[in-house]
């Protein structure tokens, strides 16, 4: 085999693709489709709460056209980071979706599944044993830090996977994955070099984000060779520039050419991307340097309270002047009412500085209108409702210096004004953990999904 | 000196997490004459950084400059952890604004 085509439909599993895209990709052939289905980019509430961060129904509709595109194809279909945080919670609901589009369609698969958790002794052990490495400026792990989190997954990578390969299964499913290992899995056990294959799946992870126009939602197709890859656009609308290729390699990483994984890094320094064809991008030079330990990357949140939130604005010019004494006359009130309590009371000001925060260079308000987020969070979500109640209640009627209109400070635009968040996570866990030998943790399990209709 | 706004000399400048602990900013420079003098001047570096983010010696991984994509990129500690309660921008893609408007040291060539 000297040259493997790979598809990738969608910068994540339920962004979706236009279904034209998908066909052309099958038209020209196909040895697999992978798709990332994860990201810790929505924060860490998902992983701790077991929630997908995408809809379920986007989910199925993507999946109806993938599996019947793989299974007509017989080749296999590849998913990472199932359910979007990869946890065993996550990874079910994926297959649970799995399960009801093949019965829908009145077909079995066969599936090897690789489920993620680490358990929390597992980290405990490794933390005593000083096999735990911070990564920079996560804090430094202690063995409180791991019984206060709510779950912990690590980032498998290629040498996991291979083993799900074995026997061809129709399906792969893995908990939480490094994205380009999703890809450049089935190259290495088909012996292509993982330089190459890593640095591909690192592209075709993002969809079409690599793209130009980009895209998250459109297909695209990555063509392996012993030493290089091409990319090429399966819309199009849309095509690859040694620019846009080259640019996204600096997406959401530390670093422009180093690349650190599981097992190792990709050393991007002596890259080559060249335009070998109108909207067709070469990449060669990519090479992957084994680390002399193995090490993953564990990911766990910790609940750290629950949040109550009321949104309002501001139109007053008056009062918008006079935010600052506003915030702090509620805050004072607050705890004149319900005295000391571990409740954490922000007022983020849209207008001002809520989207910097404390990095806002202009902290002033330029408009004319602002709006106002009352957030708190407390260690219940009953605390939480009862703080952020009050803290409405008491702006919107709060008579700051200067005031000319006595009805009322706040405009809602919602009845009710105040919602219940629920839970709020943090990431507690974001630390490497050395393993001597790397698949012990990760067995596969292999499954039939699907059945009659 | 002479100045020149980083809007006038680059065509991206963007953030984003890259994991949750971290703020990543790109900036590529609009064609190859241009990076060169930016890349020799280094006009983002640590000290633009400091001023510009607030952070310490310390909370600055690295600023290194990419040739074969004429772009240099700054990783820095976030502020405050992806998600964590008082946090602004969960994504981290709001954060390049003090990086367009700032005056940095430039000659026309």
Known sequence: ?453 | MKTKRMIDLAHIIRSKNSGPFELTLDVFFRTEEIYQQAKTRRVVNAALIKRLYGVTDEQILDIIYFDPVRAAKATIARPVASGAIEDTDVYGAQQHMPLLDVEVPWEEL
């Open chain 1, 1 to 453: 085999m000297d040259e493997m085509r790979i598809l990738s439909p969608s910068g994540i599993l339920g962004y979706g693709f236009p279904r034209a895209s998908l066909e052309r990709g099958l038209a020209g052939g196909l040895d697999m489709i992978g798709v990332d289905a994860g990201s810790t980019d929505p924060g860490p509430a998902y992983l701790g709460m077991g929630k997908c961060f995408v809809d379920r129904a986007a989910v199925k509709r993507d999946l109806e056209l993938l599996i019947a595109a793989a299974l007509g194809a017989r080749i296999p279909l590849i998913i990472g980071t199932a359910g979007g945080s990869g946890a065993k919670v996550h990874v079910d609901g994926c297959l649970g979706v799995i399960d009801e589009v093949l019965r829908a369609m009145g077909k079995t698969a066969r599936a090897a599944l690789i489920y993620c958790d680490v358990p929390k002794q597992a980290v405990k052990d490794a933390l005593k044993q000083g096999r735990i490495r911070p990564l920079p400026f996560a804090p430094k792990l202690t063995a409180q830090a791991v019984t206060r989190t709510t779950r912990i997954v690590a980032q498998v990578g290629v040498d996991m996977l291979l083993p799900a390969l074995e026997g061809e299964p129709d399906i792969i499913v893995a908990g939480r994955c490094y994205d380009p290992a999703v890809f450049a899995a089935l190259p290495v056990a088909r012996g292509f070099d993982p330089g190459p294959a890593l640095h591909m799946g690192k592209i075709l992870e993002c969809g079409a984000i690599a793209a130009t126009p980009g895209s998250g939602r459109d297909c695209v197709l990555g063509v392996l060779r012993k030493d290089s890859f091409r990319l090429e656009s399966l819309n199009p609308e849309r095509r690859f520039t040694v620019d846009s290729v080259a640019a996204h390699t600096l997406y959401e990483k530390s670093h422009p050419y180093l690349l650190p994984g599981p097992g190792g890094h990709l050393d991007l320094s002596e890259c080559r991307f060249e335009q070998t064809a109108p909207g067709v991008v070469q990449v060669s030079g990519s090479r992957f340097v084994p680390a002399p330990q193995y090490a993953v990357k564990l990911e766990g949140a910790a609940r750290v309270g629950f949040r109550t939130i009321a949104i309002a604005g501001a139109r007053d010019r008056i009062m918008i002047e006079r935010l600052d004494d506003v915030y702090a006359g509620v805050r004072a009130a607050v705890e004149n009412n319900f005295g000391q309590r571990p409740y954490r009371l922000n007022f983020r000001t849209y207008g001002r500085d809520g989207v910097m925060g404390a990095l806002e260079p202009k902290p002033t308000v330029e408009g004319h209108e602002v709006g106002i987020i009352f957030d708190v969070v407390a260690p219940t979500q009953k605390e939480a409702d009862t703080i952020c109640g009050f803290a409405r209640s008491t702006a919107l009627h709060y008579g700051y210096p200067g005031r000319v209109a006595t009805a009322g400070n706040l405009a809602f635009p919602f009845s009710p004004s105040d919602v219940s968040m629920g839970p709020v996570y943090e990431f507690s866990v974001y630390h490497l953990m050395d393993l001597d030998d790397p698949r012990a943790l990760f067995p596969v399990q292999r499954l039939t999904l699907g059945g009659q209709k």
